[in-house]
């Protein structure tokens, strides 16, 4: 299993991002694939936000209230590609961004997310001005 994302960095409040995930060694049919992320010196108490979660088959996707109207998930089944666009960022956005296989609950539901060997090493997003 390998998740490699890309596509952080350091951009103005209000400003966008899109950040992808290449994903190996996971079946798309079999796994979701979704966005965790860390804020900075949350690592050690392992506190960590579970933003997004698509399931590609049929398109079902989920995000969490506090991303909700500014951040969207989609595929790309052809190219193993994940993508999470981000829009209207705001300092509290800042955070490292994991890629990772998830689930639905139901297939439309509530999320839940794959232990951390199914996560990426993650990218870091800065919202600052």
């Known amino acids: 299993v390998q998740l490699v994302e890309s596509g952080g960095g350091l951009v103005q409040p209000g400003g966008s991002l899109r950040l992808s995930c290449a994903v190996s060694g996971l079946r798309f049919d079999d796994f979701g694939i979704g966005w965790i992320r860390q804020a900075p010196g949350k690592e050690r108490q392992g506190v960590s936000e579970g933003i997004s979660c698509i399931n590609a088959r049929d398109g079902n996707t989920y995000h969490a209230d506090s991303v909700k109207g500014r951040f969207t998930t989609s595929s790309d089944i052809a190219k193993a590609m994940v993508y999470l666009q981000m829009n209207n960022l705001k300092p509290e956005d800042t955070a490292v961004y994991y890629c990772?296989?998830?689930?639905?609950?139901?297939?439309?539901?509530?999320?839940?997310?794959?232990?951390?060997?199914?996560w990426g090493k993650g990218t870091l997003v800065t919202v600052s001005s």
């Open positions: 990772a296989a998830c689930g639905l609950v139901d297939g439309r539901g509530t999320p839940y997310y794959y232990g951390k060997d199914y």
